[in-house]
């Protein structure tokens, strides 16, 4: 395995980007600009290598065989579980689940607490800059539960409303879900304080880090958050695995997600007693490929440094607003200065899917829609923006890049 840049300020972007497979590729004829990795990260040799082999030499199901394929397929499983309770600094591994990704955390979660915590009256609390994948599940555990959803305002400027919030939380609030750092604006959540002024009530705090743990380092014990889901696919990892992490004693509360092989302790046709933690709330075979190829990610984020990438992003994100200031009638959305590689662009008689077409004829990748933040839309009165997202491998020379293919879109819708 060929090892990544080692951690440096500034990053050694072309050293990283030759890691990439992908970013040689021409899109529309065109070098590929990729700026869409709120969406997806691509993924470095390292993680496709480790599949690889995986497939090649090392496949077998896990937890379930005496034989040396499976001992060495479970082996590498648990491993990556061990990997991820450092990464993200949990006390003990079998905190640490393996699920899809985050939406399937955030379910499992919600599910739980529709079950066995929520009561009628109960509030939980959410914000308008969550992803559909916080406020829906949560919306539906209150649906089930007969409790009450309440979302924290955001500012002009794209920030929680953090006044408002503490005036929200009250003896009735049962659990605060919230993005740490917003997919749509890049905003960075002031997350310690969040989580602060709800222990200080009683309520326990799930974190959506889908947008946190690819571009800042992850403390889930410094934070003191009760529950943080991720996605591998958004951290150089492949699709199919991601992380929630609880306490034990709040794991412990709650009733399995689903049921089935691999779960269970003891089973009669009538009933069935639960397996102890990791094991209770993974049932069926899981995508151990994937859960392979992401401590792959893993050892190569940590090889470069979260807190490189992140000053990385900061660089670049500051540059480009920079830059896109120059192109006329161009705004953006979500200005707060404490943000991540994100920015949201909305120009004035151009739809941001027109916008996004365009890029794309010049080999620049950007999302455009809702980017699953209806609420956070509403609120600016908007249907949606396009979005360019930055990671470890872009550069100033792919701002240069986009900012030129905006001016085209100027020049066609002016
Ligand atoms: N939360 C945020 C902030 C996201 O950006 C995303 C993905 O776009 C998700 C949650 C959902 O992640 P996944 O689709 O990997 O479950």
């Known amino acids: 395995m060929t090892s990544p840049s080692s951690a440096?300020?500034?990053?050694?972007?072309?050293?990283?980007?030759?890691?990439f497979p992908i970013l040689?590729?021409?899109?529309?004829?065109k070098p590929l600009v990729y700026l869409d990795n709120a969406g997806s990260s691509q993924k470095p040799r390292?993680?496709?290598?480790?599949?690889t082999r995986y497939y090649e030499s090392e496949n077998a199901n896990i937890h379930r065989g005496v034989h040396y394929l499976s001992e060495r397929a479970s082996e590498l499983y648990e491993?990556?579980?061990?990997?991820?309770r450092r990464f993200f600094n949990a006390r003990r591994a079998h905190e640490i689940i393996f699920t899809r990704g985050t939406t399937e955390g955030m379910n499992l979660v919600g599910a739980g607490f529709a079950q066995a915590i929520l009561k009628p009256g109960d509030e939980v609390i959410v914000s308008t800059m969550d992803h559909h994948s916080v406020i829906v599940p949560w919306q539906q555990a209150c649906i089930r539960s007969g409790a009450k959803i309440v979302a924290v305002p955001v500012t002009p400027e794209g920030e929680l409303d953090i006044e408002a919030y503490v005036r929200l939380l009250n003896e009735r609030t049962k659990m605060v879900a919230l993005t740490w750092v917003s997919n749509a604006l890049g905003t960075i959540n002031p997350v310690r304080r969040i989580i602060e002024e709800a222990h200080a009530r009683g309520a326990a705090v799930m974190l959506d880090g889908a947008q946190a743990a690819p571009h800042l380092a992850v403390d889930v014990q410094a934070v003191d958050c009760d529950f943080f889901v991720c996605s591998g696919h958004?951290?150089?990892g492949p699709t199919g695995v991601g992380v929630l992490y609880g306490k034990e004693t709040w794991l412990d509360r709650l009733p399995p997600y689903q049921t089935?092989?691999?779960?269970?302790?003891?089973?009669?046709?009538?009933?069935?007693?639960?397996?102890?933690?990791?094991?209770?709330?993974?049932?069926?075979?899981?995508d151990i490929a994937a859960v392979v190829g992401f401590q792959a990610a893993l050892d190569y984020l940590e090889a470069v440094g979260l807190d490189a990438v992140a000053a990385h992003e900061h660089e670049l994100v500051s540059y480009a607003t920079e830059r896109v200031a120059e192109v006329p009638g161009l705004r953006v959305i979500g200005t707060t200065p404490n943000k991540a590689g994100v920015l949201s662009l909305v120009m004035e008689g151009a739809h941001p899917h027109d916008i996004g077409t365009i890029l794309d004829q010049e080999g620049v990748a950007v999302r455009a829609g809702h980017h699953c933040c209806q609420p956070l839309m509403r609120h600016y009165g908007l249907s949606s923006t396009a979005r360019a997202s930055?990671?470890?491998?872009?550069?100033?020379?792919?701002?240069?890049?986009?900012?030129?293919?905006?001016?085209?879109v100027r020049e066609i819708f002016s």
Request: charged share 25%; hydrophobic share 45%.
């Open 24 to 29: 040689g590729t021409l899109a529309r004829g």
């Open 390 to 408: 930055f990671y470890l491998y872009n550069t100033r020379e792919e701002v240069d890049v986009l900012v030129g293919a905006l001016h085209k």
């Open 234 to 236: 958004k951290m150089l």
């Open 8 to 19: 440096i300020a500034p990053l050694d972007t072309a050293r990283i980007r030759a890691d």
């Open 46 to 51: 390292q993680v496709i290598e480790a599949i």
């Open 79 to 84: 491993g990556t579980r061990e990997g991820a």
């Open 260 to 286: 089935g092989g691999g779960m269970i302790d003891m089973v009669t046709i009538e009933q069935s007693t639960w397996a102890r933690l990791p094991a209770k709330f993974e049932a069926g075979t899981p």
